[in-house]
């Protein structure tokens, strides 16, 4: 046990300050083998304690949010820390700044428990270390999971931490919240590097700097980890007006299906999930005045009328966002996942920041839980040679593809890409590699021993028949190959020469005309494909509409699903129309569905059971609502769906 004697500060001031004339010093702190060096201003420090050899042990600092502790020392309060030695230097005027090396976080638990849960933060203390390039941070705080699929599927959890007071992080400007990304599925780790990097580049706003550090909770190492900015309102993030600006995100995770009452609805037009991410607490009737404020920009893209979107919405944005999908082939636009937009009071629908990539470079999905599969094909598309027509290997929602049925537009798509087609991949490679290096450089450092971070990941979590520098040369081809295969395919978009349609307003209510009533067979054993597809003709339904039948077509149709008591229901299928309805006919989650109704055809739609969830003789009747926008009319088509065969867990 050290035996402490004080000195007091105006002691210890007067011996320092008639050496040095400046007020900030550095302070190398060596605690049970850590060394930090961070700065301190002493005009905030209260006193220092000394042991008998007269170094100093122990700070107290003054009760200032810009002051920080060294980690994982002892301490009386947050203000104070005890250390086995801490000495003085001048304070480095300029720090190195190389923002590619591998940092290190370490982060403990007031429980010393381990991050169970994605809800509920843990106290923590959390210490980076800076490497020399940045000054070292140490600050109490709270850690918890985050993420969808990343924190259920994978052994190697993404956490997001928050800071009690505002700090900076590596060089990124103050703020309280960061994410730590894991990037377990990708053993590149450089796919949200590399469109980070590009995104950035191409003028995608608010989009995330790159940091890495290596990750220890409790003294556990947990692998190498990139350090990202929250995607959220503040001076430093997303720049608009906290209490009058939008930001949204479209992402199905997020949505009323999957995460219900959350700030969430699905859009009036285009039938997307979306959620508020601000304002964070809204009443109903905020929440529907925001949904149709949206419609009004989805009804302009809609009619595909060139002028109205450009007074509603950033097209270069919207453009640029889609471009970069395509590029790396991420198939969530599908979906859609984590498509961030904002708008600032008074302004436009902007697109950005950009976020989560590591289902793009043609990613297995066939094997999702387990595998790390990318790069087998570059000859995909999303949007396909004609995206007005979706002719690619995944149908997006028409709101990402109907202005390509605008001449203007599509020229000013083609503009905008052959302004970066040059150097979207050797420029942004470029900048990209200096990460993978990082990874390369030999550490001493960390508990690990003289290995490279890379090294340390790959021991961490090993990846059977993976390896890092494999997967880069990989990646780095497929990117080279698909730069070259849709430069051609982009250059022969069609240009049509209609520059777009009236806009019609999204009727409110509509008054049902009639109903179409339609009973099929499905067979228990044919599960979710059926050689059985529910029908409509257009002669039928015009009449009741009292509408000629060449008319009715997407501009002016809709087909929605509507819940048992006749409230519209949520699109959970994966086609542009329909739903999976439960055991009530309410729409549901496909793991909840008993039948299901889709297709990117208003007339004629496959349908298909969940084979966990049905029994053979059960009867379920759903339906599905015609809109004609023009007229405000509706007509309901009911189809009732008997199962034929076993079903249950016998599964006969």
Request: net charge negative; hydrophobic share 35%.
């Amino acid at each position: 046990m050290r035996r402490f004697f004080f000195l007091s500060v105006c002691l210890f001031f007067s011996c320092v300050l008639c050496l040095r004339a400046q007020d900030w010093y550095q302070v190398h702190v060596d605690y049970d083998g850590h060394e930090w060096l961070f700065p301190v201003n002493f005009q905030h420090v209260s006193f220092m304690d000394f042991n008998e050899d007269n170094s100093a042990v122990k700070m107290h600092l003054a009760d200032d949010e810009n002051i920080v502790i060294p980690f994982n020392v002892e301490a009386s309060s947050k203000w104070d820390a005890v250390s086995n030695g801490i000495t003085l230097s001048d304070e480095l005027s300029q720090w190195g700044k190389n923002k590619h090396k591998v940092f290190a976080i370490y982060i403990t638990t007031d429980d010393g428990s381990d991050i169970d849960s994605k809800e509920v933060y843990k106290h923590c203390h959390i210490s980076v270390d800076g490497m020399g390039e940045y000054p070292d941070n140490s600050l109490p705080g709270q850690i918890r999971g985050r993420g969808n699929s990343t924190w259920e599927w994978y052994q190697k959890k993404p956490y997001r931490i928050k800071f009690d007071t505002s700090s900076k992080m590596l060089g990124i400007s103050k703020n309280k919240d960061w994410v730590l990304l894991a990037n377990y599925r990708d053993v590149t780790k450089m796919m949200n590097v590399y469109t980070n990097i590009t995104a950035d580049w191409m003028g995608i706003p608010f989009t995330t700097p790159v940091r890495f550090a290596e990750l220890f909770v409790n003294g556990e190492y947990k692998g190498v980890y990139q350090v990202a900015e929250q995607v959220e309102v503040g001076g430093n993030r997303v720049q608009i007006n906290e209490n009058e600006g939008l930001l949204l995100t479209l992402d199905v995770d997020d949505g009323p299906e999957l995460n219900p009452g959350d700030n969430n609805f699905s859009t009036k037009v285009y039938g997307m999930p979306m959620q508020v991410k601000n304002p964070k607490s809204l009443t109903q009737e905020q929440l529907d005045e925001v949904r149709a404020e949206f419609a009004v920009l989805e009804s302009a893209i809609k009619a595909r009328n060139y002028d109205i979107v450009d007074s509603l919405m950033d097209i270069d944005s919207y453009i640029r966002i889609i471009q970069l999908q395509e590029f790396v082939y991420n198939v969530e636009l599908s979906a859609p996942r984590s498509i961030f937009l904002f708008r600032d009071k008074d302004g436009k629908f902007t697109f950005g920041p950009a976020w989560d990539w590591d289902a793009g470079f043609d990613f297995d999905w066939s094997n999702m839980y387990t595998g790390h599969t990318y790069f087998a094909d570059y000859r995909e598309t999303i949007l396909g040679t004609r995206p007005y027509d979706r002719n690619g290997n995944y149908q997006c929602p028409r709101f990402f593809t109907d202005m390509f049925g605008n001449g203007r537009f599509v020229r000013r798509y083609k503009e905008l890409w052959n302004a970066v087609s040059d150097s979207i991949y050797i420029r942004n490679w470029n900048e990209t590699q200096p990460y993978i290096d990082a990874l390369h450089e030999l550490q001493a450092k960390q508990p690990q021993g003289y290995t490279t971070p890379a090294t340390r990941e790959s021991t961490r979590w090993p990846i059977r028949g993976f390896d890092f520098d494999t997967e880069i040369g990989k990646m780095k081809k497929w990117l080279q190959n698909r730069l070259k295969y849709l430069n051609p395919i982009i250059a022969a978009y069609p240009e049509p020469e209609d520059e777009g349609g009236e806009v019609i307003v999204i009727p409110d209510e509509y008054t049902l005309v009639g109903t179409i009533e339609k009973s099929y067979t499905l067979q228990y054993s044919g599960g979710y494909k059926q050689d059985v597809s529910v029908t409509v003709s257009r002669d039928e339904l015009a009449k009741l509409l009292d509408v000629e039948p060449g008319t009715l077509d997407e501009t002016t149709l809709d087909l929605v699903p509507l819940n048992a008591d006749g409230t519209e229901g949520n699109n959970t299928a994966a086609k542009e129309y329909g739903a999976w309805f439960d055991d009530d006919g309410n729409t549901n989650a496909w793991a909840q569905g008993h039948v299901y109704i889709e297709s990117d055809d208003l007339f004629s739609l496959a349908c298909g059971c969940h084979p966990d969830n049905c029994w053979g003789g059960d009867e379920h009747t759903v339906t599905m609502q015609y809109r004609h926008l023009p007229s405000a009319k509706a007509v309901n088509l009911q189809a009732t769906f008997t199962i034929e065969g076993g079903g249950g867990w016998w599964g006969w």
